[in-house]
């Protein structure tokens, strides 16, 4: 934790200095990974945690798939572009994250005591907004459950997304909006941390 941090942090937080620094302060998006496997008892544990974050109604619009095979490795890494290509064929743990379109057909189960708000989702567009806005959302939670299980992560965008529903979604329909690798990092896995902005430019009190 940075000096100017800590003071605040250890009078605000409950958590421990060591926790937070690796959640927040010093954790860090990997570009290497070293080639430690990640276990399905972790990955299971990293969704655990994932799926307990608040999103609108409970809706829950994420799914993750973890991305095991050699060839469905290599269709994730086909569509996308520059050295994140390599970066997927090389990660110990690839997950793609998606969303379902059609959420709502779960209302029963993650709304029973109101299942009839349904019908306020019949209309497609407006669905998929909200959806995809609760999935980056799970997605912020999915990152943390990551490092929370002492991993890194390597988010990245820059791919075709038709083309890889086309490969992995095209049985269920979900659309993919992200794809992150999972592990423990390699060598060189750091650039310079860059800036981030203070208080007093991101944060107003009305």
Do not use: C
Request: hydrophobic residues 45%.
């Amino acid at each position: 934790m940075t000096e100017q941090l800590t003071a605040a942090a250890t009078d605000a937080f409950t958590l421990s200095p060591e926790v937070m620094d690796q959640l927040f302060f010093e954790a860090r998006s990997a570009n290497s990974f070293s080639e430690e496997p990640v276990s399905d008892q972790v990955l299971d544990a990293i969704y655990q945690a994932t799926k307990m974050g608040p999103t609108l109604m409970n809706n829950q619009p994420l799914r993750i798939s973890w991305i095991k095979s050699d060839e469905a490795r290599r269709a994730v890494a086909s569509t996308m572009a520059g050295p994140n290509a390599a970066k997927a064929l090389a990660a110990p743990a690839l997950a793609v994250l998606s969303f379902d379109p059609d959420w709502h057909e779960e209302f029963e189960f993650f709304f029973p005591h109101a299942a009839e708000r349904k019908a306020m989702f019949e209309e497609p567009g407006m669905r998929a907004a909200v959806g995809g806005n609760n999935a980056w959302l799970q997605a912020g939670y999915f990152m943390m459950a990551v490092r929370a299980a002492g991993l890194a992560v390597g988010p990245m965008g820059g791919f075709d997304s038709a083309a890889l529903d086309e490969a992995i979604n095209a049985e269920t329909g979900h659309k993919s909006f992200l794809i992150v690798n999972v592990g423990k990092p390699g060598p060189n896995p750091w650039f310079d941390r860059l800036p981030r902005h203070d208080a007093d430019f991101a944060v107003r009190s009305l």
